[in-house]
């Protein structure tokens, strides 16, 4: 007996809401049973735990400063919308799956240009970076998980199809969907071992709502597999893949665009140029104490720092100047061109650090480099992508501390396409290595770049599916 089969002789799944056989190898068609919409006995649960929880939302609110926009929003009073034939709303919890939707926003256009999509965040943060990406009209808050909300929200948006970007299947939102017939997608679909446990426990209430879904576009195996441990239909899940390697730009720069790159930074062609990115707090006086060490041996050695927040730029700046060096700062070379390099003397400009103030330039600076450090991986911060680093085929060195990119540094692993070190002294051996060795450190950043194209293609296959839905 599966495990789904035991699941609905305990009473954990109730049978009308269980997967309907397959009408074709592609889509079982909807599910049965979406019953009557949203439900009170849900609005009592978070009515009650909002009671029990008020002095930490009161907290969040008055003393951290969350949770405070969006409110009229995050009650359903969204813009009234004209009926759509092919709306498709989008639901990015914060920034990361925010940012994945871009490449998806891309493709949906291109393969169905007539389609209208709109897009709801959680956070504030995502609610930036949703604006900033899809304009003010196209975005607005994730409703409150109340019948009410739920419904005001569904009546003015008015959407032809519903994506959730990685899970966040709410009960009475999923609910409401199926007694109106709007099929649910979760894209790029996860669930970590610790949250599959906990919907185990508590299957009996929210199993519901994974069972409205209409499919699961799993970005693996083992996802799809904790899916189907939980109860989930195995016709309704697909292992699509990870959309977020389609937004990783693998095209080697053009010889001419480094060049230029180089040039204007005031950088030899010559160059042995290292990039610090998005560096952490105590990460850039390890990498200026490695950088002034490796370039006794070689002098053709150049850093560029690019601290991850600039407010810290001040303090990044006195750092730079205590190791003894000199600043270039990005911004002042874009202004100035190579006049910002007069009255600096020779031995002082030749081991100049590059300080980066300017935003969102980190991923083209990354095509003058040869090598790259990820920074947050020193400390216990979980890491910052790797990915676009390692797409443009840079030889990659990352710190311990990777969790939150740790499917992508596991694939980089078995491909031995980056390196790993424990510390700063473990950073200036690996570093040095790759220095007194160019054509080895070229041949790891050709595998890490082969590595995360064998991954792409996510992004296609679920639009596939997705333009299936809207015929």
Same mark, same amino acid.
């Given at each position: 007996m599966t495990n789904a089969r035991k699941r609905r002789y305990r009473g954990y799944m109730p049978s009308n809401e269980a997967a309907l056989p397959a009408e074709s190898p592609h889509d079982p068609g909807p599910p049965k049973g979406g019953g009557t919409g949203a439900s009170l006995g849900f609005d009592l649960l978070y009515a009650t735990a909002a009671i029990l929880g008020a002095p930490l939302l009161c907290?969040?609110?008055?003393?951290?400063?969350?949770?405070?926009?969006?409110?009229?929003?995050?009650?359903?009073?969204?813009?009234?919308?004209?009926?759509?034939?092919?709306?498709?709303?989008?639901h990015a919890v914060s920034v990361g799956e925010a940012k994945a939707t871009h490449v998806l926003y891309k493709a949906l256009k291109n393969e169905i240009p007539g389609a209208e999509i709109v897009f709801s965040t959680t956070t504030d943060t995502g609610q930036e970076v949703a604006r900033k990406l899809y304009g003010e009209a196209s975005v607005f808050y994730y409703p409150l998980d109340f019948s009410r909300c739920v419904r005001r929200a569904l009546d003015r948006t008015?959407?032809?199809?519903?994506?959730?970007?990685?899970?966040?299947? *709410?009960?009475?939102?999923?609910? /409401?969907? =199926?007694? @109106?017939?709007?099929?649910?997608? $979760?894209?790029?679909? +996860? %669930?970590?071992?610790?949250?599959?446990?906990?919907?185990?426990?508590?299957?009996?209430?929210?199993?519901?709502?994974?069972?409205?879904?209409?499919? *699961?576009?799993?970005?693996?195996? /083992?996802? =799809?597999? @904790?899916?189907?441990?939980?109860? $989930?239909?195995?016709? +309704? %899940?697909?292992?699509?893949?990870?959309?977020?390697?389609?937004?990783?730009?693998?095209?080697?720069?053009?010889?001419?665009?480094?060049?230029?790159?180089?040039?204007?930074?005031?950088?030899?062609?010559?160059?042995?140029?290292?990039?610090?990115?998005?560096?952490?707090?105590?990460?850039?006086?390890?990498?200026?104490?490695?950088?002034?060490?490796?370039?006794?041996?070689?002098?053709?050695?150049?850093?560029?720092?690019?601290?991850?927040?600039?407010?810290?730029?001040?303090?990044?700046?006195?750092?730079?100047?205590?190791?003894?060096?000199?600043?270039?700062?990005?911004?002042?070379?874009?202004?100035?061109?190579?006049?910002a390099l007069d009255g600096m003397p020779a031995e002082r400009l030749d081991s100049a650090v590059i300080l980066?103030?300017?935003?969102?330039?980190?991923?083209?600076?990354?095509?003058?480099?040869?090598?790259?450090?990820?920074?947050?991986?020193?400390?216990?911060?979980?890491?910052?992508?790797?990915?676009?680093?390692?797409?443009?085929?840079?030889?990659?060195?990352?710190?311990?501390?990777?969790?939150?990119?740790?499917?992508?540094v596991l694939l980089l692993k078995e491909a031995d396409g980056a390196r790993m070190v424990e510390n700063a002294e473990g950073l200036r051996e690996t570093l040095e290595k790759l220095l007194s060795d160019p054509e080895a450190a070229h041949a790891l950043g050709v595998r890490a770049r082969e590595a995360l194209l064998k991954k792409q293609g996510a992004t296609a296959r679920c639009v596939e599916y997705l333009k299936s839905l809207l015929k």
């Open positions: 907290y969040r609110r008055w003393v951290l400063k969350k949770d405070r926009q969006g409110g009229a929003q995050k009650r359903g009073y969204l813009p009234d919308r004209p009926a759509h034939a092919q709306r498709i709303w989008i008015k959407p032809a199809l519903v994506v959730l970007m990685e899970l966040e299947v *709410w009960p009475n939102f999923t609910a /409401e969907c =199926a007694a @109106r017939g709007i099929p649910i997608v $979760v894209l790029n679909a +996860r %669930i970590t071992e610790r949250s599959a446990r906990r919907y185990a426990r508590a299957w009996w209430l929210l199993g519901r709502s994974f069972l409205r879904v209409r499919r *699961w576009l799993a970005q693996s195996d /083992e996802y =799809a597999g @904790r899916l189907r441990e939980l109860g $989930v239909d195995a016709s +309704r %899940i697909e292992i699509a893949g990870n959309i977020k390697y389609d937004d990783v730009d693998t095209a080697p720069p053009p010889a001419e665009a480094r060049q230029a790159l180089r040039h204007a930074m005031g950088l030899a062609q010559n160059a042995q140029v290292w990039i610090g990115g998005s560096t952490h707090p105590s990460e850039e006086a390890a990498l200026l104490g490695v950088y002034r060490l490796l370039r006794e041996k070689h002098p053709r050695l150049r850093l560029i720092l690019c601290p991850r927040h600039p407010h810290r730029l001040p303090e990044v700046e006195k750092e730079i100047a205590a190791h003894g060096l000199a600043v270039l700062k990005r911004s002042v070379l874009k202004a100035q061109g190579l006049a980066v103030d300017t935003m969102g330039e980190l991923k083209q600076l990354y095509t003058a480099a040869d090598l790259a450090f990820v920074g947050g991986s020193l400390i216990p911060h979980g890491g910052q992508s790797v990915m676009e680093p390692a797409g443009l085929g840079l030889a990659c060195v990352y710190g311990p501390y990777m969790h939150n990119f740790a499917e992508a």
